[in-house]
């Protein structure tokens, strides 16, 4: 577990993206972003299309494929930094579930998880991801707009713009170490959701 | 807005009661229960079916009535250690929703919020308690069995195993200064919600 690194790419303004990493700025091509996976600082550069097929050839990232899926991340004690990433397809689209163990306050990690589309900010606005945990007769729910993978998962983490949770909730919701989140997929309805509560 | 305090309750072991907490020991009738009010030091201790209108004639404390209600906290900005209270009579009870800003890492508040039961403990176990948080398109649901207000609300929150809100969150779920907070009770089926995930 090497320590994670910047996901975002620097874009042409023209596509509306957001600002870049400042210490990610050797990407010329506008058409082209790095490598996404945070868990490795890989020298690749590509298209968005092909970022799939790269994470899954060269890092070895498992898909699980279904609208609802539960992904069981595993050895919940390893110390921060970690990063635990899988793929998600779904609605015709590749989705990046990031999961990191980090200490944002010296001897107190916290476990932040968050969902990118590979894809577009434009694309990702159209869905909505949900993240559950559910044991002990406890049940925790995170729904937001997924961010793509064009902006930079470290700073959506470091925002707190997540799911978080601290290490006594983690322990609530594991079971023997691993953590199981249920993750859905939806378009997204913005102006139903605001009227619910 | 005074320091907490401490609402457990010395009671015998024979009602199976969770431990008093430890600056609390001044209760010798088993049958009595100080004031469940963690936002003074009040002196008042009396039986558990009084502590209602103890809380709303001397504290003032407002009472929410219906299923599912929305409280809002207003003044989200004022310095840890701040506590917000309401009661929620539901279901042919009343609980009491403690939402707490403070600070567990100096320099970065921190708001928890959880739900007791103004009843024992076994009673509370009948009982699933929903908060949830809906706003700027992100939706934040924590449920969990509430905790009786005979146990001690300082080490719920303590242990976090309550809703937790960093700041930033905070501020995203809050709408000038304010949280809205949807509260739900619902009597507990606990072995339907394990399976569900």
């Known amino acids: 577990y090497a320590p994670t690194r910047c996901a975002a790419a620097q874009t042409s303004t023209e596509q509306g993206v957001l600002p870049p990493c400042h210490h990610h700025e ?3 091509d506008p058409q082209l ?4 996976c945070p868990l490795f ?18 890092h ?3 898909i699980l494929q279904g609208a609802e899926i539960v992904f069981l991340a595993t050895d919940m004690h390893l110390p921060a930094p970690t990063d635990w990433i899988i793929m998600h397809s779904c609605l015709g689209h590749q989705f990046l579930l990031v999961l990191r163990k980090q200490e944002k306050y010296e001897g107190h990690p916290q476990f932040f998880a968050t969902m990118m589309l590979i894809g577009t900010p434009t694309q990702a606005d159209n869905f909505t991801y949900r993240l559950e945990l559910n044991r002990n007769q406890r049940r925790l729910k995170w729904e937001a707009t997924p961010r793509s993978v064009l902006e930079c998962v470290d700073s959506v983490i470091s925002d707190g713009d997540c799911l978080v949770l601290n290490t006594s909730l983690a322990q609530l919701f594991s079971d023997n170490g691993s953590l199981a989140i249920g993750i859905a997929i939806t378009t997204s309805k913005v102006h139903n959701v605001e009227a619910e509560i």
Do not use: D, F, K, M
């Open 26 to 28: 050797a990407v010329h």
């Open 41 to 58: 600082s890989c020298p690749w550069e590509g298209h968005l299309e092909v970022v799939v097929s790269h994470l899954r050839q060269t």
């Open 33 to 36: 972003v790095p490598c996404t």
């Open 60 to 62: 070895r990232i498992n």
